[in-house]
């Protein structure tokens, strides 16, 4: 009995990861597939379309409306992330005064859950009783208070917003971990040689760092693209569908309506779309490197 123990040691350690694994994650995957063949509403419904939901969607205009909604605020979303949080890892990594204080300070957002998160941007940007509306009414920048969140110009940009408060750490440790790989003879070097800062920046840290930058932007971009918690609880995708995202109109299609074989194939296509995104990434910086 203690050989077999030593000789399946790592495949009994493995086991329960992968059960929950299957359990999880790979049997929710296969079963929203199988579903999306089906027009259902998972009781005593079960009404075999064949390919139907998929070829529905391409005349279905909250779906697409979705998508654009989607792509909009994933671009908004990622590029405010990789912004913010390269130039704040950047600041980090140099031997400024409280720089431990600061990297705790800074990652906080992260560390709050979303439903946290989402609620209390409510509250502060709530249009009667907000801090935000009060604040800027009382400095003279506003006459009247605004709906932040119930304005269909707005809403999206606001939300946005509220997500890149909320995401940056992400990509900020990720490029703080990767600049301290960089060895500091190469910046030595480029001083040597005149080379400014900003020079060095884009020909030595970019490069030494690109393989992290690129794990991060298909991490960030798959997790935004397919978000729903903080939207659905910030503006349940309203108003006038303004933020109304794929993972909202997947939600309202499978719960509201009770079309869960449309929402099933709503899925696929989202899955799709991201593991495209991702290999279209990662083959540009392939080819690039």
Not at 245 to 273: E, N, P, Q, R, W
């Amino acid at each position: 009995m203690g050989r077999y123990l030593e000789k399946h040691f790592t495949l009994i350690f493995f086991l329960p990861a992968a059960v929950l694994s299957v359990l999880l994650i790979i049997y929710p995957m296969l079963y929203g597939v199988y579903i999306s063949f089906f027009n259902t509403n998972l009781v005593n419904k079960w009404e075999f379309v064949g390919l139907e939901n998929y070829t529905g969607l391409l005349t279905d205009t909250a779906f697409r409306n979705s998508l654009g909604v989607d792509l909009k605020f994933t671009l908004a979303v990622v590029a405010g992330h990789f912004v913010i949080g390269t130039i704040l890892a950047v600041i980090l990594n140099k031997e400024i005064k409280g720089r431990v204080f600061f990297r705790c300070i800074l990652m906080l957002p992260w560390l709050i859950p979303e439903v946290v998160f989402a609620v209390l941007f409510k509250w502060i940007l709530n249009p009667q009783y907000g801090i935000v509306n009060f604040s800027l009414i009382d400095l003279g920048f506003l006459s009247e208070t605004v709906s932040w969140l119930g304005d269909v110009d707005l809403a999206l940009p606001v939300v946005a917003a509220i997500c890149i408060l909320k995401g940056y750490p992400f990509v900020m440790i990720m490029v703080l971990s990767a600049l301290q790989t960089v060895s500091g003879d190469l910046y030595e070097a480029a001083r040597v040689d005149g080379c400014s800062e900003m020079k060095a920046f884009w020909h030595i840290t970019v490069p030494s760092i690109l393989p992290v930058l690129t794990v991060a932007f298909i991490l960030d971009t798959v997790n935004w693209f397919k978000h729903y918690t903080m939207v659905n609880i910030l503006t349940g995708g309203g108003p006038a569908n303004s933020t109304s995202l794929v993972s909202v109109t997947i939600y309202k299609t499978a719960f509201g309506s009770f079309k869960f074989g449309v929402a099933g194939a709503m899925a696929v296509v989202v899955f799709f779309i991201c593991y495209l995104m991702s290999w279209i990434y990662r083959r540009l910086t392939d080819e690039k490197d």
